[in-house]
């Protein structure tokens, strides 16, 4: 840790404690509980557990969400994926528009996109019980409507229509785990980040393939995806037959997200699904 990222850690630590503002904290008297508070909070940090799951909240497109190690951490980057598809939604297809969720942990895309678009219909599905108890917490805190549903999208299919399909999806290949950071590594939901090295783009291509069925006419498809693929990716859904495949990279220059447009929508699925999890 940086001597500045040590001191934005402290300040946070301080205002999470105490109350007071930034402004505040120089003229503030310190009581002992808080004293307490801040030695154990500053414990758990030093130990390698990430400040956000210390003080068990973050905050994301300026609100303020639980997180436990059940669920991922918000990244800006993903902030920067939710302005995307909010600015994009005028040309998705006329009102009343529905828009799924995959992989919501947190739910802070549903969520945010929820308070941003209240007209839209909002579902969001995770695999894990426990955080979609997390995301339905969240929903009720920042009093936003959201349907959640437990479904593992490499083995069903999430019922009805969608004007706007968005997943940030596990995508940091299990080789990739030697070149992470520790409080990561060791913090966060294995479930949620990693993907086989054989398949790294499974969750793409299983969620592209049956987004050609969910999606209504012209809708589209949004990603968060594993800054090395961003080239295979769309190439992928060109061959699937999306059009208006556009890359973008985030705030720190890597590619990072991608939207494609779905012109007609195929026939329903019909078993068997793609990506069982136990076939053969």
């Not at 939604?89 to 919501?104: M, R, V, W």
């Not at 936003?144 to 997943?167: K, M, N, R, W």
Request: aromatic share 8%; hydrophobic share 40%.
């Amino acid at each position: 840790m940086t001597d500045s990222e040590a001191s934005a850690t402290a300040l946070m630590l301080i205002e999470e404690v105490t109350g007071h503002s930034r402004t505040q904290i120089l003229t503030a008297d310190f009581l002992e509980t808080d004293t307490d508070k801040l030695l154990s909070l500053a414990n758990q940090i030093a130990n390698g557990t990430p400040i956000q799951y210390a003080l068990g909240y973050t905050h994301f497109c300026g609100m303020k969400f639980q997180v436990t190690p059940h669920v991922l951490i918000p990244r800006p980057e993903t902030e920067e994926l939710v302005e995307w598809i909010y600015s994009s939604f005028s040309l998705l297809p006329s009102s009343p528009s529905a828009l799924l969720d995959i992989g919501t942990g947190s739910g802070c895309i549903a969520i945010s996109l929820a308070k941003k678009l209240p007209q839209i219909q909002v579902t969001a599905l995770d695999i894990s019980s426990e955080a979609l108890q997390i995301a339905q917490g969240n929903a009720q805190s920042l009093t936003v409507h959201v349907v959640f549903l437990q479904l593992d999208i490499l083995s069903e299919t999430p019922p009805g229509t969608y004007a706007c399909i968005v997943s940030n999806p596990p995508y940091v290949c299990e080789s990739e785990a030697l070149q992470m950071e520790s409080n990561v590594l060791d913090h966060e939901p294995h479930l949620a980040l990693f993907v086989p090295d054989a398949t790294p783009l499974l969750f793409y291509e299983t969620i592209a393939r049956k987004a050609l069925h969910l999606l209504t006419p012209n809708g589209y498809l949004f990603f968060e995806i594993n800054r090395q693929y961003g080239s295979a990716i769309t190439t992928l859904l060109h061959d699937l037959g999306y059009t208006d495949v556009q890359l973008r990279q985030d705030q720190f220059g890597n590619d990072r997200m991608i939207r494609a447009k779905m012109v007609k929508s195929r026939p329903p699925l019909t078993p068997p699904l793609w990506g069982e999890r136990n076939s053969k």
